[in-house]
């Protein structure tokens, strides 16, 4: 079935150095949609970006993901982490037509002074 | 942005009892979800809801689960009747079209069953 896979629980990065969390998924359909929300300590997830182009850039508040069918991949970047920046970072999935939004374990981005 | 309003915040309630959960989505939105987090672990797909009925539901949505949405008013989750297993963090989501669409996420209603 369908299935996402964020490999960091935690990831722990000091001020200014860049981010990268990993996203793979799992899919036979060929036009996925994935996603990237992230939720800040007690308040809900809010979306970051999302794309369903091909090896298309996407950008938004300083972070950039790309989709690669090849590698099914759709990773998120960021090139100076700031302190803000710390938070629950959730990749997910909407595979197909009429299907849900299936989201990873989540990866917990701590930025450090 | 858009809001999505859960209500209530927490609740408390004994093993047993029947517990419903609302949700004010966003006004002109058609699709709503209900996902459960326990404690430290990922958001899980519970249902999703469309003109009236469920569309998908997953394995965690048991017998006792029950989604409605009356005459346009709250989208509700209701749990009779409820376990232990049912205690987590129970977030609503609505989008304008569909699972495409961004999802838009109340602030979760945490429930715990005594």
């Known amino acids: 079935g369908d299935s996402v896979t964020q490999t960091e629980g935690l990831v722990t990065l000091t001020e200014g150095l860049p981010v990268m969390l990993n996203c793979t998924y799992q899919?036979?359909?060929?036009?996925?949609?994935l996603f990237w929300y992230v939720q800040h300590l007690n308040e809900s997830p809010r979306l970051l970006l999302k794309s369903f182009t091909d090896n298309k850039r996407t950008e938004h508040q300083g972070f950039h993901a790309t989709l690669h069918k090849s590698s099914s991949s759709f990773h998120l970047q960021k090139s100076s982490a700031q302190l803000s920046d710390s938070a629950l970072y959730y990749c997910?999935?909407?595979?197909?037509?009429?299907?849900?939004?299936?989201f990873g374990t989540g990866t917990k981005l701590q930025v450090v002074p | 942005g858009p809001k999505v309003l859960q209500i209530p915040s927490h609740q408390i309630i004994d093993m047993g009892q029947m517990v419903t959960l609302n949700c004010d989505p966003v006004?002109?939105?058609?699709?709503f979800y209900w996902y459960k987090q326990i404690l430290g672990q990922q958001m899980e797909f519970l249902v999703n809801f469309y003109n009236g009925k469920v569309m998908e539901k997953s394995k965690l949505f048991k017998d006792q689960f029950s989604v409605e949405r009356p005459d346009g008013s709250y989208f509700t989750l209701k749990i009779q009747p409820t376990a232990l297993e049912d205690s987590a963090v129970y977030f609503c989501?609505?989008?304008?079209?569909?699972?495409?669409?961004?999802?838009?996420f109340g602030s979760g209603t945490r429930l715990t069953v005594l």
């Open positions: 899919t036979i359909y060929s036009n996925p949609f």
């Open positions: 989501a609505s989008s304008l079209e569909g699972s495409a669409e961004t999802l838009y």
């Open positions: 997910a999935l909407r595979a197909n037509s009429g299907t849900y939004q299936r």
């Open positions: 006004s002109n939105h058609l699709y």
